[in-house]
């Protein structure tokens, strides 16, 4: 099978027009159509329902071709860096970086390790898919991104080998200026900041309900964010105390904030990297993994 039937059945999905995927692909539409035949025809099945109307024509796929659409992203994904693997054997490390982040974990992900990895490898490209946890998942599945960061322990290890970990604890971030200015802080209790106003990012909420959940509704909690940096931004605008986890080698960009381990408060937490189970890396994945491993200090 020409995997080109494969790329030009993805590209005709997401315009979801024959006459548009046609003009994008080069290529005639009834060679297109032909090209659609083909494939039911090797399948035995319709991968596609095609309604004529007043408008033009439409379509929606059918269970089989949601199945192909999405098997065929990831053979595609998976020829294309096979290819890129193969002709760089014998020159520097270039390609693309495809990485799914829990949206609380990008932006240290790329000040910490890609904008200096970028400098050792200044071929390299990057593409970066942000979102929930089922967003990571759902990248990593349809072949838009190689390997995933996200909380070790909403891993299904029964879809995805864990690559990497590296330990988070919680930290409180707030204005120097404005919070406990009567004393110098080498460690903040519950009792502490159960007085205080807070934000708070998505993963915070789930590190304490699990370390602390009787005691998490005493606890005067004004915001809770998707992101570490919107929580952030929060206590930067002096209204309220930051909680968020952060592992040892992240920093505070802000010059009047300062942070303190929550050193009572924190259990055993990881972030991870992930990949399809038994997937293969691509070479400038596998690079990559040993620049975090070396300069991070995880496990």
């Not at 329902?49 to 659409?69: C, D, M, N, P």
């Not at 934000?199 to 909420?205: A, D, N, R, Y």
């Not at 105390?241 to 592992?247: L, N, S």
């Amino acid at each position: 099978m020409d995997t080109s039937y494969y790329y030009n059945f993805i590209i005709l999905v997401q315009t979801g027009n024959m006459t548009q995927a046609a003009e994008i692909l080069h290529i005639t539409q009834p060679a297109l159509s032909k090209q659609l035949k083909y494939l039911e025809a090797e399948f035995g099945t319709p991968l596609l329902v095609i309604k004529r109307g007043q408008r033009g024509a439409s379509f929606h796929l059918t269970e089989a071709g949601r199945i192909f659409y999405e098997k065929a992203q990831q053979l595609c994904s998976i020829e294309e860096s096979t290819y890129a693997d193969v002709k760089r054997l014998s020159s520097e490390v270039e390609g693309t970086l495809r990485i799914a982040s829990s949206a609380s974990r990008s932006t240290a992900l790329i000040q910490q390790y890609l904008h200096f990895f970028s400098r050792q490898y200044p071929v390299v490209r990057y593409e970066i898919y942000e979102g929930l946890m089922t967003d990571v998942t759902e990248s990593l599945l349809n072949g838009s991104a190689e390997i995933g960061l996200c909380n070790e322990q909403m891993v299904d290890t029964n879809k995805f080998d864990v690559l990497y970990t590296q330990t988070e604890d919680l930290y409180a971030l707030f204005r120097k200026d404005l919070f406990w200015t009567d004393r110098d802080l080498e460690s903040i209790s519950w009792k502490d900041i159960s007085k205080c106003p807070l934000s708070l990012s998505g993963g915070s909420v789930r590190m304490l309900m699990q370390a602390h959940h009787n005691d998490f509704s005493s606890l005067n909690v004004i915001s809770v964010t998707t992101t570490k940096s919107s929580a952030i931004e929060w206590a930067q605008s002096g209204r309220t105390i930051a909680i968020i986890p952060m592992d040892g080698q992240e920093t505070v960009s802000h010059p009047d904030m300062t942070r303190i381990r929550l050193s009572e408060l924190t259990n055993t937490f990881y972030k991870a990297f992930i990949t399809i189970k038994g997937q293969p890396l691509s070479m400038v994945a596998q690079q990559f993994l040993e620049f975090y491993k070396a300069h991070s200090g995880g496990e």
